[in-house]
């Protein structure tokens, strides 16, 4: 009895190993969406039978034609009534660099490969002359030109006569730029041929990275439209009519650096150094901390890109920086990021101390030309050390 009991379990691990050798692991992929217009976003679903961490997915193939957003994943382990199923499930957003027909490349998830798909995207035109008169959206640019670095803005304006549900607009796309959502939406109401329509008006900042003619996709509205139907005196119905809209790209030329601009690539509206504090109007004694204070503004430039100063001191001068403070305000309409350098030195002889001159070197936007705006030499007269002495 023991023996037989003894092979049989040994026959169900068997056929255990068997079932479990023959569960191949698969692939599969499909979009949202085959059929779309430029700007509009598709999800691409990318699965396979399993939840180890080994499957990978390499998604660098898409960004020959596509805008890859965040892909998201998910991981499903059931057993229902003993059936064990697995699932590791990849969304990846996707958004359409050009028109024309499109292939979504086969893509690797460890050793699987997923078949490619074939999409096309064409050039929003209004479907119906309802829809283009009941919303709408205008687009346009700040700057007809602009120098490499240099920012611009894009400006969407969105007009709404009727109800609507589940608006979405989806940020511009452009290559060899980057965008970033400038401010927070401006709501508004606005009359035109005697039609109340409120306005949605959405800013977004661009800086081009590399020269030539460049080309904005603008955002791509998508939503639905609420139509109230009368059915009879008693009862109305209510049909969503889709919004899909999206305007004609954008050009700009993008100028490169000028060749006799040697310096690091500042390019601004205004660019100004203040001196907090005029040092030459007190006296110094040897040992004694002297704190200066110099802010840098540059108009229309992220914080995170403003330059450092080259204050240039003497080597036996000894010097004792604070941590640069990083801000932003708003001067004249302009934007302007400034950058505070703050720090105490110290003389160790007495006669004069020079504090070399500052200069930094750019590119004025508004007058097309190179500028130079400088701190001038500051003069001190160090005194001998005072010295306490007791009667």
């Not at 611009?152 to 589940?166: A, G, H, R, V, Y």
């Not at 608006?167 to 109340?196: C, H, M, T, W, Y």
């Not at 329509?197 to 939503?223: C, D, E, H, M, V």
Request: net charge positive; aromatic share 8%; no cysteine.
């Amino acid at each position: 009895m023991k023996i037989i009991t003894t092979l049989l379990i040994s026959l169900f691990m068997s056929f255990g190993l068997v079932q479990m050798a023959s569960a191949e692991i698969t692939i599969q992929a499909f979009v949202s969406d085959t059929n779309i217009v430029l700007g509009q976003q598709i999800i691409l679903n990318v699965s396979i039978n399993d939840i180890d961490a080994k499957y990978q997915l390499d998604s660098e193939p898409l960004n020959n034609n596509f805008q890859v957003f965040l892909p998201s994943q998910s991981r499903q382990n059931q057993n229902i009534n003993g059936k064990i199923s697995k699932k590791t499930t990849w969304r990846i957003p996707l958004k359409a660099k050009k028109t024309g027909q499109l292939l979504i490349p086969s893509l690797s998830v460890g050793p699987l490969k997923t078949k490619p798909i074939q999409i096309q995207v064409k050039t929003y035109s209004a479907t119906t002359s309802n829809i283009s008169k009941v919303v709408f959206m205008q687009n346009k640019l700040d700057k007809d030109s602009v120098y490499i670095g240099q920012t611009f803005t894009l400006t969407s304006m969105i007009f709404i006569s009727k109800d609507t549900d589940n608006l979405e607009l989806s940020p511009p796309f452009a290559d060899n730029a980057s965008i970033e959502l400038q401010q927070e939406d401006k709501n508004g109401i606005v009359i035109r041929n005697g039609i109340r329509y409120q306005t949605i008006t959405r800013q977004y900042k661009i800086t081009p990275n590399k020269a030539g003619k460049i080309s904005i996709i603008p955002p791509f509205l998508s939503g639905s439209l609420r139509n109230i139907i009368q059915i009879n005196q008693w009862q109305n119905k209510i049909i969503s009519e889709p919004i899909n809209i999206q305007g004609k790209a954008l050009k700009i030329t993008v100028k490169a650096i000028p060749k006799n601009f040697k310096t690091e690539w500042i390019i601004s509206e205004d660019l100004r150094l203040i001196e907090h504090t005029d040092l030459t109007k007190q006296s110094y004694h040897v040992g004694d901390p002297i704190t200066r204070t110099v802010t840098l503004e540059i108009a229309s430039v992220d914080k995170d890109k403003l330059p450092t100063i080259n204050f240039n001191y003497p080597d036996a001068l000894r010097n004792y920086p604070d941590k640069d403070i990083f801000s932003q305000q708003i001067t004249n309409g302009l934007t302007y990021a400034t950058r505070t350098f703050k720090h105490v030195i110290i003389a160790d002889k007495t006669g004069p101390l020079i504090l070399p001159e500052i200069k930094i070197t750019w590119w004025n936007s508004q007058t097309d030309q190179q500028q130079i705006t400088t701190l001038p030499t500051q003069t001190l007269t160090i005194l001998a050390e005072e010295r306490t002495y007791r009667q």
